[in-house]
């Protein structure tokens, strides 16, 4: 029974830095289309980014531009720095005492992220919608307002979790 919680953590853990992997990719990709098209390197020009042809909505609006690679590079980071919270819970959970302090601020932080990924993701979905509207795809690539119900369920996880600690709180000093 000791070896399940073991390879799924053990695979949590790989599915975790694989994902900070990828998020750093998509990032240095966005900094890599962005530098390409105000620097304007001739050839180097990187003209899709996650699907999308920025070129031309570069040549419409370069403002619009850099507002939507600026916030996706900002969300990329908000979740790395939640994909780095997971991991450190995973390395520092422990089966046989659970409910322990040290993991509620990373409970915390992990709810607080969500909430900005899912606040700057909707002002992004609409800042696209409002200054794109030629192109209503890219709003639906960049718009993950999905995180907020993710917020909301880390809330509650954490205040159960509390619970959790206040009981074994009280259970260690009985017995």
């Not at 046989?96 to 409970?107: A, C, D, G, S, V």
């Not at 999905?146 to 880390?154: E, G, K, N």
Request: aromatic share 16%.
């Amino acid at each position: 029974m000791k070896k399940l919680p073991n390879f799924i953590t053990g695979s949590l853990k790989i599915f975790l830095i694989l994902s900070i992997i990828g998020l750093l990719f998509k990032s240095i990709f966005a900094i890599w289309a962005f530098l390409s098209h105000h620097l304007n390197w001739e050839g180097h020009i990187l003209k899709f980014y996650d699907g999308v042809n920025f070129t031309k909505i570069f040549q419409a609006d370069a403002a619009a531009f850099s507002v939507i690679l600026l916030f996706a590079l900002l969300l990329n980071f908000l979740k790395i720095n939640l994909f780095l919270a997971a991991l450190k819970i995973l390395k520092n959970l422990d089966f046989k005492k659970p409910f322990e302090q040290n993991l509620q601020p990373i409970f915390r932080r992990i709810y607080i992220v969500a909430l900005l990924i899912g606040i700057f993701s909707i002002i992004l979905q609409v800042y696209i919608e409002v200054s794109v509207s030629n192109n209503l795809l890219l709003s639906n690539q960049m718009g993950e307002s999905s995180y907020l119900w993710f917020a909301a369920i880390v809330y509650i996880a954490t205040l159960v979790y509390k619970n959790g600690f206040l009981l074994q709180s009280e259970n260690d000093l009985t017995i």
